[in-house]
Protein backbone atom coordinates (compact mmCIF):
# COMPACT_ATOMS: atom_id res chain seq x y z
CA UNK A 1 0.00 0.00 0.00
CA UNK A 2 2.88 2.27 1.12
CA UNK A 3 4.10 2.08 -2.41
CA UNK A 4 1.43 2.60 -4.41
CA UNK A 5 1.02 6.08 -2.64
CA UNK A 6 4.59 6.95 -3.09
CA UNK A 7 3.48 5.98 -6.99
CA UNK A 8 0.33 8.38 -6.75
CA UNK A 9 2.20 10.92 -5.17
CA UNK A 10 5.11 10.25 -8.01
CA UNK A 11 2.34 10.58 -11.20
CA UNK A 12 0.44 13.84 -9.55
CA UNK A 13 3.74 15.52 -8.81
CA UNK A 14 4.60 14.64 -12.54
CA UNK A 15 1.30 15.76 -13.92
CA UNK A 16 1.74 19.49 -11.83
CA UNK A 17 4.87 19.61 -13.57
CA UNK A 18 2.47 18.93 -16.95
CA UNK A 19 0.75 21.18 -15.81
CA UNK A 20 3.30 23.93 -15.40
CA UNK A 21 4.65 23.27 -18.66
CA UNK A 22 1.36 24.01 -20.54
CA UNK A 23 0.95 27.32 -18.50
CA UNK A 24 4.48 28.61 -19.55
CA UNK A 25 3.53 27.63 -22.89
CA UNK A 26 0.42 29.47 -23.09
CA UNK A 27 2.14 32.60 -21.20
CA UNK A 28 4.60 32.39 -24.02
CA UNK A 29 2.27 32.51 -26.38
CA UNK A 30 0.14 35.45 -25.21
CA UNK A 31 1.32 38.75 -24.55
CA UNK A 32 1.92 40.08 -21.05
CA UNK A 33 1.77 37.97 -17.90
CA UNK A 34 -1.24 35.65 -18.63
CA UNK A 35 -1.77 34.39 -14.82
CA UNK A 36 -2.10 38.71 -13.95
CA UNK A 37 -4.26 39.01 -17.07
CA UNK A 38 -6.72 36.34 -16.01
CA UNK A 39 -6.54 36.39 -12.32
CA UNK A 40 -5.79 40.38 -11.85
CA UNK A 41 -7.82 41.85 -15.18
CA UNK A 42 -9.91 38.92 -15.06
CA UNK A 43 -9.72 37.89 -18.47
CA UNK A 44 -11.94 35.34 -18.88
CA UNK A 45 -10.61 34.70 -22.85
CA UNK A 46 -7.55 33.63 -21.04
CA UNK A 47 -9.38 31.60 -18.65
CA UNK A 48 -11.02 29.61 -21.14
CA UNK A 49 -8.29 29.07 -23.08
CA UNK A 50 -6.42 27.83 -20.25
CA UNK A 51 -8.71 25.91 -18.77
CA UNK A 52 -9.03 24.03 -21.56
CA UNK A 53 -5.45 23.25 -21.51
CA UNK A 54 -5.31 22.01 -18.89
CA UNK A 55 -8.31 19.42 -19.10
CA UNK A 56 -6.39 18.49 -22.24
CA UNK A 57 -3.34 17.94 -20.52
CA UNK A 58 -4.93 16.30 -17.81
CA UNK A 59 -6.80 13.58 -20.10
CA UNK A 60 -3.34 12.61 -21.61
CA UNK A 61 -1.90 12.04 -18.28
CA UNK A 62 -5.10 9.85 -17.45
CA UNK A 63 -4.49 8.36 -20.16
CA UNK A 64 -1.39 7.46 -20.74
CA UNK A 65 -0.94 5.85 -16.60
CA UNK A 66 -3.97 3.98 -17.12
CA UNK A 67 -2.53 2.43 -20.77
CA UNK A 68 0.81 2.03 -19.76
CA UNK A 69 0.13 0.92 -15.45
CA UNK A 70 0.76 -2.55 -15.90
CA UNK A 71 4.75 -2.40 -17.92
CA UNK A 72 5.63 -0.73 -14.66
CA UNK A 73 5.75 2.02 -12.74
CA UNK A 74 9.34 3.25 -14.38
CA UNK A 75 7.89 2.77 -17.83
CA UNK A 76 4.59 4.11 -17.12
CA UNK A 77 5.80 7.24 -15.98
CA UNK A 78 8.14 7.97 -18.99
CA UNK A 79 5.19 7.53 -21.47
CA UNK A 80 2.95 9.64 -19.38
CA UNK A 81 5.76 12.76 -19.65
CA UNK A 82 6.69 11.73 -23.24
CA UNK A 83 2.93 12.21 -24.24
CA UNK A 84 2.42 15.22 -21.70
CA UNK A 85 5.10 16.84 -23.41
CA UNK A 86 3.87 16.39 -26.70
CA UNK A 87 0.50 17.43 -25.37
CA UNK A 88 2.17 20.57 -24.26
CA UNK A 89 3.67 21.20 -27.57
CA UNK A 90 0.67 20.15 -30.01
CA UNK A 91 -1.41 22.75 -28.26
CA UNK A 92 1.27 25.39 -28.52
CA UNK A 93 1.32 24.47 -32.68
CA UNK A 94 -2.82 24.51 -32.52
CA UNK A 95 -2.87 27.86 -30.97
CA UNK A 96 -0.52 29.27 -33.30
CA UNK A 97 -2.03 27.99 -36.18
CA UNK A 98 -5.24 28.96 -35.63
CA UNK A 99 -3.97 32.18 -34.79
CA UNK A 100 -2.31 31.79 -38.48
CA UNK A 101 -5.50 30.93 -39.66
CA UNK A 102 -7.86 33.60 -38.27
CA UNK A 103 -8.75 36.93 -38.51
CA UNK A 104 -6.70 39.02 -36.16
CA UNK A 105 -4.41 38.10 -33.25
CA UNK A 106 -5.50 35.07 -31.09
CA UNK A 107 -2.88 36.09 -28.90
CA UNK A 108 -3.85 39.48 -28.18
CA UNK A 109 -7.67 37.85 -28.17
CA UNK A 110 -6.89 35.14 -25.75
CA UNK A 111 -6.03 37.94 -22.71
CA UNK A 112 -8.56 40.61 -23.60
CA UNK A 113 -11.08 41.03 -20.80
CA UNK A 114 -13.85 41.48 -22.96
CA UNK A 115 -14.94 37.84 -23.97
CA UNK A 116 -15.05 36.55 -27.59
CA UNK A 117 -16.47 33.66 -29.34
CA UNK A 118 -12.58 32.97 -30.84
CA UNK A 119 -11.62 32.19 -27.29
CA UNK A 120 -13.98 28.77 -27.50
CA UNK A 121 -12.72 28.28 -30.56
CA UNK A 122 -9.18 28.20 -29.31
CA UNK A 123 -10.25 26.19 -26.17
CA UNK A 124 -12.04 23.38 -28.39
CA UNK A 125 -8.64 23.39 -30.36
CA UNK A 126 -6.71 22.44 -27.10
CA UNK A 127 -9.13 19.71 -26.12
CA UNK A 128 -9.26 18.11 -29.82
CA UNK A 129 -5.64 17.78 -30.36
CA UNK A 130 -5.89 16.30 -26.55
CA UNK A 131 -8.37 14.18 -27.84
CA UNK A 132 -6.27 12.52 -30.75
CA UNK A 133 -3.28 12.25 -28.93
CA UNK A 134 -5.76 9.99 -26.31
CA UNK A 135 -6.75 7.82 -28.87
CA UNK A 136 -2.89 7.46 -30.10
CA UNK A 137 -2.34 6.06 -26.76
CA UNK A 138 -5.09 3.90 -26.59
Known amino acids: MLMSLLYGAVYALAGIFLLAAGFVMLDLLTPGRLGHKVYTERSVNGAVILSAAFLGLGAIEFTAIWTNAASGFGSALAWTLAFGLLGVVLQGVSFLLLDL ?38
Request: neutral net charge; hydrophobic residues 60%; proline residues 5%.
Open 101 to 138: LTPGSLRELAVDTRMHPGAFVAASSMLAVSAIICAAIA
